[in-house]
């Protein structure tokens, strides 16, 4: 069966809608064991020959038909398979990747194959030494003469162990000694039953193969046979060759950027700023959240909080007053983690005499958990007729504010009838002790009893509900605000979370969300980032374009590409965001070492977590960044690509 026939080729190209033929109406039949030489002067139509032979350009009249089965009409994906298990190629340019070592050179064909990396690094290793290069395997492109630039391109068109190598001006570039050499080179590959196709303008080239048809303004002038064709093997080896996977044009991108490191840390140095920026943020206010947390919690127990009756202005001109019911505290009880719940009340405006001084305290209320025991500095907590007073109020009535524990004030509270009439209740105390924070509070009995001395109703006003941990008290307190009634036809939130507990939290809230606005400003650097990486993969397009029609014609698919660019895209964002979250830990040290001697703890808390999603965020961005380029990329025409310089 013969290898190769071309029938009825024809090709025009188009200018301002005007056709220029190309071809016009080709035919020939290629076999094993030839020595081809396409011969003619330039502007004939060899290379345009060449180009479809090699599945390059399908876009044609005629048909190309490889052992008895035609390519007209073929997919995208066929076309890589016939380059990539059919065809070999050898450019006049050599066409080599720069960044790749010879080794590596040759072994690109053998990405696309199903051999182990030990038996491609061996294969493409016995290839080198088989043109004569066994010295120069670990070399790059740029350290070789042309004549071994040539014998590389040679071992690696001849790596995948194609059928058919097509050669287009082998010896064009070469001196009279490297031509002899090359064209040697060449015959041994048709002697081994290979098919060789060479384009050449030297008759002398020509005349060392075993046919030459010679081309005249686009059509066959003559096809004549030299000497006959070298015997062709009697079995071919079935091709076991795969595409290019994803891993191999991974390790293909970091072979790029390694051979053009300087230029890469600094686009990875650039990139890893905005990631900096928004842990260091992130960290900044976990820190400073962390750091107003402790401050107040060392002023109140941070386990307790304080609940009460969220009522609607309609419910208090009703006369709802919010006191809490039986219902109320059961319900809290009941609430996972929750240890107890206490009765409490709060009044405001109670005056406090003693001897001729007088003060008003603005918030005063029963004692209850929320209270520290251990902020108590003289005296203890206030048992029945007994009072605690704040550092604050105690130096009202008494310079000496810790004279004041054992004496006896007057306590003045109001409060409403039935009839809502102003009552105001008196009742003296004995001071049973000063703290130094938290608010002034009276045993919750000792109030229930001057309410009943007045006959009045006495009902608690708030709760307060101890959680057992510290890390449960948000999901207790969130648990609390779900609870909800219809009011007027509305859905309406049953409580509401005061004192301390409600300040706290509306401080957390209010100082992440203006880190997280803080983050989101440093995040605009990100963008920055993202349009860097944008321009930076434009012009490696741009800068490897020959690549990409190298890479196409060995047989890499358009999606083979498009992995290339998208896998250098993500080496740089994972790379800067690693180096902006080591920047980023470097800065929380600093400035805590600073901090510390003020503050008594760190002020930037970086977490894992954080870092987790400066890392995430910045190869998402990465990837995104490399959408256009790299299909731009894939889009490349082959032929254009490999032309260009």
Avoid: C, W
């Amino acid at each position: 069966m013969t290898l190769l026939e071309i029938k009825n080729i024809h090709k025009s190209y188009y200018v301002n809608k005007e056709e220029f033929k190309v071809l016009k109406g080709i035919n020939l039949n290629f076999d094993r064991g030839e020595f081809v030489s396409i011969l003619g002067e330039s502007g004939g139509g060899k290379s345009t020959l060449l180009n479809i032979i090699g599945g390059l350009d399908h876009q044609y009249d005629g048909e190309l038909i490889v052992n008895g089965e035609s390519l007209k009409n073929a997919s995208e994906k066929k076309f890589d398979a016939y380059r990539s298990q059919t065809i070999g190629f050898i450019f006049q340019s050599f066409n080599l990747i720069s960044h790749l070592t010879n080794l590596e050179n040759v072994m690109v064909p053998l990405e696309m194959t199903n051999l182990s990396h030990k038996e491609r690094v061996a294969k493409a290793t016995a290839l080198l030494e088989q043109v004569g290069l066994k010295d120069h395997v670990h070399k790059h492109p740029n350290q070789l003469s042309g004549g071994q630039k040539q014998r590389v391109a040679i071992a690696r068109a001849l790596a995948a162990n194609p059928d058919v190598i097509i050669a287009d001006e082998p010896t064009g570039a070469l001196d009279s000694q490297n031509t002899a050499e090359i064209l040697e080179i060449l015959q041994k590959i048709a002697e081994d039953g290979k098919l060789v196709i060479a384009v050449t303008h030297s008759q002398a080239v020509a005349d060392h193969g075993t046919r030459v048809v010679h081309m005249v303004d686009g059509q066959i002038d003559y096809d004549k046979s030299l000497k006959v064709a070298y015997p062709a093997p009697a079995e071919v080896a079935t091709k076991k060759n795969s595409p290019l996977s994803f891993a191999s044009a991974f390790k293909m991108a970091m072979q790029h950027m390694r051979y053009d490191i300087k230029r890469n840390l600094l686009i990875i140095f650039g990139a890893s700023i905005g990631i900096f920026s928004v842990i260091l943020m992130l960290g900044l206010g976990q820190g400073v959240t962390g750091y107003i947390n402790d401050q107040v919690s060392s002023q109140v127990n941070p386990n307790t909080v304080q609940v009460a009756r969220n009522i609607t202005k309609e419910q208090t001109e009703a006369g709802d007053t919010g006191d809490l019911a039986t219902k109320d505290l059961n319900r809290f009880k009941k609430i996972k983690n929750v240890t107890k719940v206490e009765k409490g009340f709060f009044a405001q405006g109670v005056q406090v005499n003693y001897l001729k001084k007088r003060t008003t305290i603005q918030m005063f209320q029963t004692f209850n958990k929320t209270e520290r025991v251990s902020d108590i500095t003289v005296g203890h907590q206030p048992g029945r007729d007994e009072i605690l007073l704040t550092k604050a109020t105690a130096k009202e009535l008494n310079k000496h504010y810790k004279q004041m524990v054992g004496r006896t004030i007057t306590v003045y509270v109001n409060a409403l009838s039935k009839n809502q009439q102003p009552v105001q209740m008196k009742k003296t105390l004995t001071v049973s002790g000063i703290i130094k924070s938290g608010t002034d509070a009276i045993n919750y009995n000792t109030l229930a009893a001057m309410y009943a001395a007045q006959k009045l109703e006495f009902a608690p006003n708030f709760a307060a509900v101890t959680i057992n941990e510290t890390a449960n008290v948000k999901a207790v307190q969130n648990k609390i605000k779900t609870y909800s009634s219809q009011v007027a036809g509305k859905a309406h939130k049953d409580y509401q979370i005061t004192g301390v507990g409600a300040i706290l939290d509306s401080i957390n809230t209010y100082l992440m969300l203006a880190f997280y606005v803080l983050a989101g400003i440093a995040g605009i650097s990100l963008l920055v980032s993202a349009i860097m990486i944008i321009v930076v993969l434009y012009i490696s397009v741009s800068e490897r374009t020959k690549e990409i029609g190298i890479l196409r014609a060995i047989g890499a698919r358009k999606k083979d590409i498009r992995h290339l660019f998208v896998s250098e895209a993500f080496l740089i964002g994972l790379l800067s965001s690693v180096l902006g979250a080591l920047i980023a830990g470097v800065g929380q040290v600093i400035v805590n070492t600073i901090a510390k001697p003020l503050t008594h703890m760190a002020i930037v808390d970086i977490s894992s977590g954080y870092i987790i999603f400066g890392i995430v965020i910045s190869i998402l961005i990465s990837l995104l960044a490399a959408l256009a380029p790299s299909r731009k990329a894939a889009k490349l025409d082959p032929i254009e690509a490999l032309a260009a310089e």
